[in-house]
Each structure stands twice: as structure tokens, then as C-alpha cells.
T-cell receptor, first 111, second 113 residues
């Protein structure tokens, strides 16, 4: 079964401080990992995906298969980073595929 | 706005009533997903369509829930005999191809009194 764990419901950091949002997953196949973000009063949207190995808005995430983790990192937090962040796991089941989401971490960047 | 559109935005109903939600995906997207989200939780998968075919349905989904996507365009999600536990945000998402990038709608907030 697919499972995503985000241990922190709320993470509060000061502007300019480093950010790390934790995500661990459980999946028997070859995982596809994503981070989705929801800013206040906006729709849930894709932030980044592991296969792209890209940096979006200064955020990066590395897939660590040994530790089954996909933590989201940013060296210097900005006020506009305050949002709800969801880690998601994709996989092929029963002939189709879907995303399984974690419970989310609310990031609050304080001045 | 050419994004995913959901209607209505809010729905208040009494327990035992039937409700229907509509989702209009991005026009060229062949896959359409329904998710449910309750307070403090992430989106929970309900079902998905590829064109008009419903390819997967969550085992957690009660028989009171049914979804359709006639002609592979818009989709409807119906809940029969609503219960208070059905109160949630119902999200629709669409994509072209796989799950690499889902585009979400704003959701329908259901409150069952």
C-alpha cells in the first residue's frame, strides 16, 4: 500500500532561516514523488517533482530511496513561502495511477 | 480562466438528501480525478477517469457515492443519502497523460447538517 507521512503539522521559521519540510513514504514499487503547495485562498498546485531534479522558487527536494524520504528544502525562507505543503506519492495500481497525499505541513515564515 | 472549474463552490444540505457536484476539466485533459479533503488531512483519492472510462475507485468509497464522465468531458459526483461524515471539501483535478502534473479546481465545500 502507498503511504506518505509528514510528521509536522506546523513549521514556523524566521525570514532568512533555512527550511526543511519532512516527507517519508512507503511504497513497494518505483516511486514518483511530488510536492504540492496551497497558498492562502489559492488552488492546490504542483511545486516540484523528483524526476525533474529542478529548483522551483528556491526549493529543492532529493529522493532518498534508502531512507524512503523526499524532504523539501530551501536555504533562506521568504515571507511569500508561507503556505500549506503536501508531499505526494504516485504509483501504478490496478491498471491506472493516482497520487497519495500526506497530511500536509503548514509553513509559517515570520518576520 | 481556463483552469479546472467546479460547481457549486459551497453546498449545505440536510442529512439524507442527495447532492451532485460538477467538474469541468481543462479541455484537452483526458484524465479526471476526484479527491476528498477533510480538516487537517491531505486530499484523499476517490476515483478517476480516463476519457469516459472510470478506471479506479477507492475501496473506502461507499456505495452511496457515484461518479460519471459522459463523453469524456465534464464529470459529476453524486452522493446519495448524505451523512454528516460526508462533510468535506471535494476536489477535482485533471491532467493530460499521467499524474506528473495534476491541475486542481477550487473545490466544492459540502456541509451536511
Amino acid at each position: 500500500a502507498q503511504r506518505v507521512t509528514q510528521p509536522e503539522k506546523l513549521l514556523s521559521v524566521f525570514k532568512g532561516a533555512p527550511v526543511e519540510l519532512k516527507c517519508n513514504y512507503s511504497y513497494s514499487g518505483s516511486p514518483e514523488l511530488f510536492w504540492y503547495v496551497q497558498y492562502s485562498r489559492q488552488r492546490l498546485q504542483l511545486l516540484l517533482r523528483h524526476i525533474s531534479r529542478e529548483s522551483i522558487k528556491g526549493f529543492t527536494a532529493d529522493l532518498n530511496k534508502g531512507e524512503t524520504s523526499f524532504h523539501l528544502k530551501k536555504p533562506f525562507a521568504q515571507e511569500e513561502d508561507s503556505a500549506m505543503y503536501y508531499c505526494a506519492l504516485g504509483g501504478i495500481t490496478g491498471g491506472g495511477n493516482k497520487l497519495t497525499f500526506g497530511t500536509g505541513t503548514q509553513l509559517k515564515v515570520e518576520l | 480562466d481556463t483552469g479546472v472549474s467546479q460547481d457549486p463552490r459551497h453546498k449545505i444540505t440536510k442529512r439524507g438528501q442527495n447532492v451532485t457536484f460538477r467538474c469541468d476539466p481543462i479541455s484537452e485533459h483526458n484524465r479526471l480525478y476526484w479527491y476528498r479533503q477533510t480538516l487537517g488531512q491531505g486530499p484523499e483519492f476517490l476515483t478517476y477517469f480516463q476519457n469516459e472510462a472510470q478506471l479506479e475507485k477507492s475501496r473506502l468509497l461507499s456505495d452511496r457515492f457515484s461518479a460519471e464522465r459522459p463523453k469524456g468531458s465534464f464529470s459529476t459526483l453524486e452522493i446519495q443519502r448524505t451523512e454528516q461524515g460526508d462533510s468535506a471539501m471535494y476536489l477535482c483535478a485533471s491532467t493530460l497523460g499521467g499524474v506528473e502534473k495534476l491541475f486542481f479546481g477550487s473545490g466544492t465545500q459540502l456541509s451536511v447538517l
